[in-house]
């Protein structure tokens, strides 16, 4: 079964702007994951966020967990058009093994 | 440094054929090993993972199955495909004995059955 669900779907924004893309989850985790996916390739990891951290920073990227409502968000600041991709957010329970996706968000970066 | 070779690229089977789908990974020992499948414009579909030899869980009951015959060996296999096995197969590890360790994915494989 799919534990994360991402929000929105689908954006898109112009270079320059935030993208920011929202993942709810149902159960408790051991960490979220963030990845990215260009057309056609295999996912790329982003960050990982432990379940005992709030916010955490690489490079253009930030990522937020709140473990009371079970969700976390990812903002992309400034964004670039190859920034255009698929993103997904994983659910690792820690002790299982598994990473759980979601659906994910398709960004578009128009020039 | 690791590396995860998946192939073939692209597929095409016709319906009620075999299949069997390779993965390995270089530069590590004992990884944890991944089959997810992705239907078009849709997330990923936990469908096998191995945390060691010959050790295989299944997440959803279906057509496929999953051997590790090697430490660093991952295959995926069907007796007779069927139109809705049609997807894009990825194959992923990640490090055992480090917590909080993320997957890394290889190319995929985009299979379709015809």
């Known amino acids: 079964s799919q534990q994360g669900e991402e929000d929105p779907q689908a954006l898109s924004i112009q270079e320059g702007e935030n993208a920011t893309m929202n993942c709810s989850y149902k159960?408790?985790?051991?960490?979220l994951q963030w990845y990215r996916q260009n057309s056609g390739r295999g996912l790329v990891h982003l960050i990982l966020?432990?379940?005992?951290?709030r916010e955490k920073h690489s490079g253009r990227l930030r990522v937020t967990l709140d473990t009371s409502k079970k969700s976390s968000s990812l903002l992309i600041t400034a964004s670039r058009a190859a920034d255009t991709a698929s993103y997904f957010c994983a659910t690792d329970a820690g002790n299982t093994g598994k990473l759980i996706f979601g659906q994910g968000t398709t960004l578009q970066v128009k020039p | 440094s690791q590396t995860i070779h998946q192939w073939p690229a692209t597929l095409v089977q016709p319906v009620g054929s075999p299949l069997s789908l390779e993965c390995t990974v270089e530069?590590?020992?004992?990884?944890?090993l991944y089959w997810y499948r992705q239907a078009a414009g849709r997330g990923l579909q936990l469908l096998f993972y191995s945390v060691g030899i010959g050790q295989i869980s299944s997440e959803v009951p279906q057509n496929l199955s999953a051997s590790r015959p090697q430490d660093r060996q991952f295959i995926l296999s069907s007796k007779k495909l069927l139109l809705s096995d049609s997807g894009f197969y990825l194959c992923a590890w990640r490090a055992s004995v480090v917590s909080n360790s993320p997957l890394h994915f290889g190319n995929g494989t985009r299979l379709t059955v015809t």
């Open positions: 159960t408790s985790i051991n960490n």
């Open positions: 530069g590590t020992s004992n990884p944890n």
């Open positions: 966020i432990r379940s005992n951290e």
